[in-house]
C-alpha cells in the first residue's frame, strides 16, 4: 500500500475536524489564524450555519467564545498551542471558574520533525500546562480517530462544565 501524500493527510485532517465540529453541533467558532488550521477555518467560513470570528490574539479568542456561549452558542476555540500561554489567564480567570463548556481545538507545533526550534519548549510543555490549570486534553493520533476524540471532549465537557482541548498534532498533518 502507497503511503498517503502529505497533502491527502493535510486534507483528511480537516475535513474530519470540520465534520466533527458539526456533528457534535458547535455554531460558534473563535479562531486565530493558523497555517496547519486553514482549511478547517475555511470550511468554517464557508458554512453558513457556524459563525465565526477571527481573533488577533488566543485569550481574545477565549473571551469571544466565551460570550457567545453566554449569549447561547455552542462554541469552540481553533488556535495554535504555541497560544495556549497568551491564553492562561482568560481561561484560569473566566472559562474555568465560570464554568464554561468551551472546546479548544489546537493544533500542535513542537513535535517529532519540528523545524522551527522555537516552538519545541511549547510543544513539550502543552499537556502540562493544561493540566496545571485543571484543564483536560484529548489528543488523537491518526486521522480516523478525530471523530470520536471530539465527540468524547464534547461530552465531557458538557458534563463538567469546564473547557477541554483537543490537541492535533502536526503528524496528523502530514507535516
Same mark, same amino acid.
Do not use: C, W
Given at each position: 500500500m502507497a503511503k498517503e501524500s502529505s497533502e491527502t493527510q493535510f486534507k483528511k485532517t480537516s475535513r474530519a475536524t470540520y465534520h466533527a465540529l458539526k456533528s457534535c453541533g458547535y455554531n460558534f467558532v473563535s479562531f486565530v489564524p493558523?497555517?496547519?488550521?486553514?482549511?478547517?477555518?475555511?470550511?468554517? @467560513?464557508?458554512?453558513?450555519? &457556524?459563525?465565526?470570528? =477571527?481573533?488577533?490574539?488566543?485569550?481574545?479568542?477565549?473571551?469571544?467564545? #466565551?460570550?457567545?456561549?453566554?449569549g447561547g452558542k455552542k462554541a469552540a476555540v481553533l488556535m495554535q498551542n504555541t497560544g495556549l500561554g497568551n491564553s492562561?489567564?482568560?481561561?484560569?480567570s473566566l472559562a474555568i471558574p465560570y464554568r464554561v463548556p468551551l472546546l479548544l481545538v489546537m493544533s500542535r507545533r513542537g513535535g517529532l520533525g519540528e523545524k522551527i526550534p522555537t516552538q519545541l519548549i511549547m510543544?513539550?510543555?502543552?499537556? @502540562?500546562?493544561?493540566?496545571? &490549570?485543571?484543564?483536560? =486534553?484529548?489528543?488523537?493520533?491518526?486521522?480516523?480517530?478525530?471523530?470520536? #476524540?471530539?465527540?468524547?471532549?464534547?461530552?465531557?465537557?458538557?458534563?463538567?462544565?469546564?473547557?477541554?482541548?483537543v490537541i492535533?498534532?502536526?503528524?496528523?498533518?502530514g507535516r
Open positions: 493558523d497555517s496547519l488550521l486553514k482549511d478547517v477555518i475555511e470550511m468554517i @467560513r464557508a458554512d453558513h450555519r &457556524i459563525a465565526s470570528i =477571527a481573533a488577533t490574539r488566543e485569550e481574545e479568542a477565549i473571551g469571544i467564545a #466565551t460570550g457567545a456561549y453566554l492562561i489567564t482568560a481561561l484560569a510543544g513539550r510543555a502543552i499537556k @502540562r500546562l493544561l493540566n496545571s &490549570i485543571g484543564m483536560r =486534553a484529548f489528543e488523537p493520533k491518526m486521522p480516523k480517530e478525530i471523530h470520536n #476524540t471530539i465527540y468524547q471532549a464534547e461530552e465531557f465537557s458538557a458534563e463538567k462544565s469546564a473547557p477541554v482541548a492535533l498534532d502536526m503528524s496528523l498533518f
